[in-house]
């Protein structure tokens, strides 16, 4: 059955089952931070303080990738364009340093594209500070530039120090910035996307298998990351995409690598295999009819701009819908203008919002006359009833 819910300026309906809301316990994960959502309309699956700041570890070279990226895609560089690597490069990121590297050599001479595969496959810190120095002249005017490139993707959390993700306690990301900075790239660069899915990459004779847990045959993901320090722990930036459909993940906080590559397995399956797009409206269908005071017609109706498909579980469990609008709506309202909006959610976490717009002209009356409906409206307005139809048809 369907229960109706109105309230002050929020209407609900909510999926019932023996007069009582079914939810679904939502799924459960070792990560201490995560986001994952789907690419086609960002409906949030699964979240968990998302704008936590961590440092990046080696997730930082996904934005010194975008750089990169940006560089060619403008034609400012150029594949074969040569790079040179310098002592500093070679000893706080290479083989000198201990830590991950594409093993490059002091004034060796690389192709730009060697150093993409070598930060993103291998993970070489050498690599990113080589990209860094040729593209700016040093780490840190590099640094400046990614904060700049950051700020136009509208990465609100994240703060970059290095090309590389050495450690620094003032270089931070969350994982929305994570995944907003994944989507962007996977979206912008096509033609370097299969750099991503890269099982292995070998240079000056070291060759080195791509750390990415979502590359594995047993979980089928296509890119993007990992990284790993004390403050993010096991972290991975990842997706994969079955059918029609494509998830983003990004988490962190997790314990080994076994782990990460266990909870990136589950949860990308869990998000694939578990949730279905459902028509629920289609284009122009009057969704509710709402109240308005002051106008040559009482009511307005809603309608949808386009059909309206969410993403919820395949068995329909702990779902709710519920139109949000700052109410009572004043006359005029002109046809077309966004009034409410319809918003779904799952387990009580909003999934996705879209918007409902006005379906007919509802001209004013006159000022004394809307003075006197807003008075009506303010005693009254609770009194009225709400009938939204509602349909999990597929």
């Known amino acids: 059955m369907i229960y109706r819910i109105f309230g002050g300026s929020v209407l609900a309906l909510c999926l019932l089952s023996a007069d009582r809301i079914v939810l679904a316990e939502p799924i459960e994960t070792a990560a201490k931070q995560v986001l994952l959502l789907d690419e086609a309309d960002g409906t949030v699956l699964l979240s968990s303080n998302i704008h936590q700041k961590v440092e990046p570890a080696s997730l930082t070279k996904l934005m010194t990738a975008e750089v990169l990226l940006s560089e060619l895609k403008a034609g400012r560089v150029l594949e074969d364009t040569i790079f040179t690597v310098s002592e500093n490069a070679w000893r706080t990121g290479g083989a000198p340093s201990g830590s991950v590297a594409m093993f490059l050599k002091p004034k060796e001479e690389v192709p730009v594209i060697d150093l993409l595969r070598g930060i993103v496959?291998?993970?070489?810190?050498?690599?990113?500070?080589?990209?860094?120095?040729?593209?700016?002249?040093?780490?840190?005017?590099?640094?400046?530039?990614?904060?700049?490139?950051?700020?136009?993707?509208?990465?609100?959390?994240?703060?970059?120090?290095?090309?590389?993700?050495?450690?620094?306690?003032?270089?931070?990301?969350?994982?929305?910035?994570?995944?907003?900075?994944?989507?962007?790239?996977?979206r912008t660069y096509p033609k370097y996307w299969p750099i991503f899915a890269e099982p292995a990459f070998e240079w000056n004779k070291v060759f080195q298998r791509n750390r990415n847990p979502a590359l594995s045959p047993r979980i089928g993901g296509d890119g993007l990351k990992t990284g790993q320090n004390?403050?993010?722990?096991?972290?991975?930036?990842?997706?994969?995409?079955?059918?029609?459909?494509r998830v983003f993940l990004a988490m962190g906080g997790l314990t080994s690598r076994d782990e990460r590559f266990q909870e990136t397995r589950k949860l990308l399956d869990w998000a694939l295999e578990d949730f279905a797009r459902r028509p629920?409206?289609?284009?122009?269908?009057?969704?509710?009819?709402?109240?308005?005071?002051?106008?040559?017609?009482?009511?307005?109706?809603?309608?949808?701009?386009?059909?309206?498909?969410?993403?919820?579980?395949?068995?329909?469990?702990?779902?709710?819908?519920?139109?949000?609008?700052?109410?009572?709506?004043?006359?005029p309202v002109v046809r077309g203008d966004e009034i409410a909006r319809l918003v779904v959610r799952v387990n009580d976490r909003q999934t996705v919002s879209v918007p409902l717009l006005a379906?007919?002209?509802?001209?004013?009356?006159?000022?004394?006359?809307?003075?006197a409906d807003a008075l009506g409206e303010l005693a009254f307005g609770w009194l009225r009833n709400v009938k939204l139809p509602w349909t999990t048809a597929s």
């Open 121 to 186: 496959v291998q993970s070489g810190n050498d690599a990113a500070i080589t990209i860094a120095e040729n593209l700016e002249g040093s780490e840190g005017k590099f640094a400046e530039r990614m904060n700049r490139r950051a700020a136009e993707l509208g990465l609100s959390d994240s703060s970059f120090r290095n090309a590389s993700g050495l450690s620094d306690p003032e270089q931070v990301v969350s994982m929305a910035d994570l995944v907003t900075l994944a989507r962007h790239i996977h």
């Open 230 to 245: 004390e403050s993010l722990g096991f972290g991975v930036v990842a997706t994969k995409a079955a059918g029609d459909r």
């Open 280 to 331: 629920l409206y289609s284009a122009g269908d009057i969704v509710e009819t709402v109240p308005v005071y002051g106008g040559t017609s009482e009511t307005v109706a809603l309608k949808l701009a386009k059909t309206f498909k969410p993403l919820i579980p395949i068995d329909g469990q702990g779902v709710t819908a519920q139109i949000e609008y700052s109410g009572p709506i004043a006359a």
């Open 359 to 371: 379906a007919a002209n509802v001209p004013s009356k006159g000022l004394f006359t809307r003075a």
